[in-house]
């Protein structure tokens, strides 16, 4: 089941799949308040939250129109290959779209995720570069105009 959910339900997935275990107030980004953000997750049989993401209203300042950000995605580790992510992505793009009526969502992506982004649908809009301590990334975006 996907749901709305508040920013401290994310942290704990956001800690152990992104951040490396750090702790939760650590884990918060500055955009995480704002009213033009939301948060979902997906639960699983037992009620278990599998994973996570959120969405805030941020332009790319490459791409014209109005844009949203996707940041702090993560899906537990015995939960992944199950198609919780894609479920979950899914359901945010369906509602920027028809809710927030956005002109593309954006994310900066992990290596590792490039292969499950492109699947997606998603673009790149960037070389690759070192991202802080977290290693390779790239800029990708996904058009809904």
């Known amino acids: 089941m996907i749901r709305f959910i508040q920013v401290d339900d994310a942290l704990p ?3 152990a799949v992104l951040q490396k275990g750090k702790a939760l107030e650590l884990c918060v980004n500055p955009e995480d308040l704002r009213p033009d953000s939301f948060h979902l997750g997906l639960y699983d049989d037992e009620n278990q939250l ?3 993401l959120t969405v805030h209203k941020t332009n790319n300042p490459k791409l014209p129109h109005e844009g949203y950000r996707l940041r702090g995605m993560a899906t537990a580790p015995e939960a992944r290959r199950k198609g919780y992510a894609k479920e979950l992505l899914g359901a945010a793009i369906d ?3 028809s809710q927030l009526h956005g002109d593309y969502l ?3 992506a992990r290596e590792i995720a490039y292969p499950f982004y492109l699947d997606m649908g998603f673009e790149y809009i960037s070389d690759e570069f070192e991202y802080k301590d977290a290693g ?3 800029e990708m975006y996904i058009p809904f105009y």
Request: glycine share 0%; with cysteine; net charge positive.
């Open 13 to 15: 997935l956001r800690s």
């Open 50 to 52: 599998q994973c996570v």
């Open 95 to 97: 509602h920027i779209k």
């Open 106 to 108: 954006w994310c900066i």
């Open 136 to 138: 390779k990334h790239k």
